[in-house]
């Protein structure tokens, strides 16, 4: 075992890409504590860092408001030792067609603004791992439906990549995943079909499992890339690939 292990410190631990980053992160020889920020105790992920023996530490944000959240966050990373890694998977899944344009930026533009605002301000967090959606676009219409795939749902996306690298450490890694697979929020029958027909997606587009989509932000934590870079599935690929060498 490595004797100088890394803190991860997440947002977005309960969500499916989230749970998947949670478990692989307990069980990376790299990293010996993970930090999780979120309304309540997650008890899955609990027996997760005791099945494995590491420490999970939850810290608790009952009032999930922008400036609670950049507060918790900058308390956490203040009082973690040693090299401390970013991750962010925060996002609406399903409904995002239910929500208005604001309801829906609220969550995914400043909650995660306000975290790598937080991650920034300790001083201590050079690099975030940042999940958003292929098509994120700031510039798409935010008029119309907001559902995943439509142009509203891109503009807030894109505005949440904006507000990370904005607010937040010098790198910012984001991460574009097209369909999400090992997800409760996608198809079943989407699930079973895509794969099918991967041979003809065009490469960005092609549908992705949370577990790698995990190891790919895991391994920009590992080696930092020189600036703020844009994955999608074929980077992400590469990255898993790299990792294992």
């Given at each position: ?45 609990v ?8 420490t ?19 308390e ?8 401390l ?28 603004e ?107 934590a ?24």
């Open positions: 075992m490595t004797s100088t292990r890394r803190t991860a410190i997440v947002l977005g631990g309960s969500g499916a890409v989230g749970t998947a980053l949670v478990r692989a992160l307990l069980h990376d020889e790299g990293f010996g504590t993970v930090i999780t920020l979120s309304r309540r105790s997650l008890p899955e992920l027996a997760m860092a005791r099945a494995t023996g590491r999970l530490v939850e810290k608790l944000v009952p009032n999930m408001e922008p400036e609670s959240l950049a507060a918790a966050t900058l956490a990373a203040q009082q973690a030792e040693g090299e890694e970013g991750f962010s998977t925060l996002g609406i899944g399903a409904g995002t067609a239910k929500l208005t344009v604001d309801e829906h930026r609220a969550v995914d533009v400043r909650l995660n306000a975290f790598a605002r937080g991650l920034r301000d300790s001083g201590k967090v050079q690099h975030l791992a940042f999940m958003s959606a292929v098509g994120a676009d700031p510039t798409a219409s935010a008029e119309g439906n907001g559902a995943a795939g439509m142009a509203r749902y891109n503009r807030v996306k894109g505005e949440s990549e904006q507000a990370a690298r904005a607010s937040g450490p010098s790198i910012v890694s984001v991460f574009r995943p097209g369909m999400i697979l090992g997800s409760p929020h996608t198809p079943w029958i989407l699930a079973k079909a895509l794969p099918l027909f991967g041979f003809v997606t065009p490469g960005k587009f092609k549908s992705i499992h949370v577990d790698q989509i995990a190891k790919a932000m895991i391994a920009t590992r080696k930092h890339p020189a600036t703020s870079e844009t994955y999608h599935y074929p980077e992400m690929m590469a990255l898993i690939a790299g990792d294992r060498r």
